[in-house]
């Protein structure tokens, strides 16, 4: 049984290396909320919460999170008894959505319950991979002569397949250099919802690039519409922002909406949700894959976790701590050889947070004591 007895919030702010741009924006700074959670024997547990400080990849913020974890969250775990980890989600069934805030402290719940029995996350999570492929994603970049560098680094460095990020009307300018470049890369590209069927024309077009998937062409709220664009396209549809729960992912497989899954732990709400998605998309023979959240350390650390399961096999954006930051959060920080990531085999995460790094990112923190009678 899990009690807990203290939370901290710490609201961070870490520059990254190099803005990232997508067809909806940039970011240059990313602001996260870390769940620091200690149960009744003083066993401390991670979490992150992965929302921007603006809504324009989902609905929530940094400041949403904050509210819903100070306010509904962090009393309802603290006010249950919790058996396991699994059934921390159905706790939180009367709270909507808000899916990055629950992530973020129902991933601390299992970082405590893994130390507890003294087990790597991965393994209690059911995955059995001792090291994770990896691939690097790539934002719009200001010209051709970057874009090819960039993608050109990341190919040297080892990364096993590159992603970029496409817009309406740039299509044409970003994959036509690299393709005829490096001809054999496994190469796909992001939208970020950027298209309506209104551009068919155009997105039919993509076929000719030989792309692993193309991810989140059209709105996420539009299952129906992707279904009726995958059936005119050669190249797979690959689904991000339309799944935020097992039932997302079973409407889009039933409706043929997509041939593949980017499952993101903090778009889903969890851990559970995420490994419920991963198992029944195994089911049906539908590739899946973890997506990457521009996260810091503790993130990542999850991200790897849930990627040793089986049936993520295609690989994910969990790339080197390095890719984004010039000091991570986290020790060791997360390295990447020969385009794969070693699962660390310590308890929990696997990593140590490095209190130091953590101070120097904060903007401010608050400590929550649990005051639910508590007897013990
Ligand atoms: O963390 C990474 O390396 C992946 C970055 C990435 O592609 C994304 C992060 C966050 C929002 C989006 O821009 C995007 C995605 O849609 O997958
Ligand atoms: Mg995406």
Redesign the pocket.
């Given at each position: 049984m899990l009690k807990f007895h203290r939370a901290v919030l710490h609201h961070i702010l870490m520059t990254l290396k190099t803005p990232f741009a997508?067809s909806s924006g940039s970011t240059f700074d990313r602001e996260f909320i870390i769940v620091e959670l200690q149960d009744k024997d003083g066993v401390i547990g991670w979490g992150e919460c992965s929302a921007f400080s603006s809504p324009w990849?989902t609905e929530e913020t940094t400041k949403t999170a904050w509210h819903m974890l100070e306010d509904f969250l962090i009393p309802i775990v603290f006010e249950n008894h919790i058996e396991h980890p699994e059934n921390v989600s159905s706790l939180f069934r009367t709270i909507k959505r808000n899916n990055m805030a629950k992530a973020a402290i129902e991933e601390a719940v299992w970082d405590v319950y893994a130390k507890r029995n003294n087990s790597p996350l991965a393994s209690v999570l059911g995955g059995k991979k001792r090291k994770i492929e990896v691939g690097a994603?790539v934002g719009i970049q200001q010209s051709e002569k970057e874009l090819l560098h960039t993608v050109e680094r990341y190919v040297n460095e080892g990364y096993k397949r590159i992603?970029v990020k496409i817009s309406p009307g740039m299509e044409d300018k970003i994959l036509s250099p690299i393709r005829s470049h490096f001809p054999m890369l496994p190469l796909m590209a992001?939208a970020?919802s950027a298209y309506t069927l209104e551009d068919l024309a155009q997105l039919k077009k993509l076929d000719q690039y030989d792309l692993l998937m193309i991810e989140q062409p059209l709105a996420a709220d539009d299952i129906f519409g992707h279904a009726v664009l995958q059936k005119e396209l050669n190249t797979p549809i690959c689904l991000?922002e339309s799944i935020t729960s097992y039932r997302d992912a079973k409407q889009a497989i039933e409706q043929k909406s997509c041939q593949i899954i980017n499952i993101k732990v903090s778009r889903v709400g969890g851990l559970t949700e995420a490994k419920r998605i991963h198992d029944l998309c195994k089911e049906h023979q539908l590739p899946v894959w973890c997506?990457?959240?521009?996260?810091s350390g503790i993130g990542r650390a999850h991200n790897i976790a849930i990627s040793t399961l089986d049936h993520f096999i295609i690989p994910g954006?969990t790339?080197a701590s390095s890719r984004y930051w010039v000091h991570d959060l986290i020790t060791p920080e997360v390295t990447m050889v020969d385009g794969c990531i070693e699962v660390p085999e310590k308890p929990g995460i696997g990593y140590e947070v490095n209190r130091e790094q953590l101070k120097r990112f904060t903007l401010c923190s608050k400590v929550f004591k649990n005051t639910f009678n508590v007897n013990y």
């Open positions: 997508a990849y994603a992603k992001d970020n991000d997506g990457g959240m521009l996260d954006d790339s």
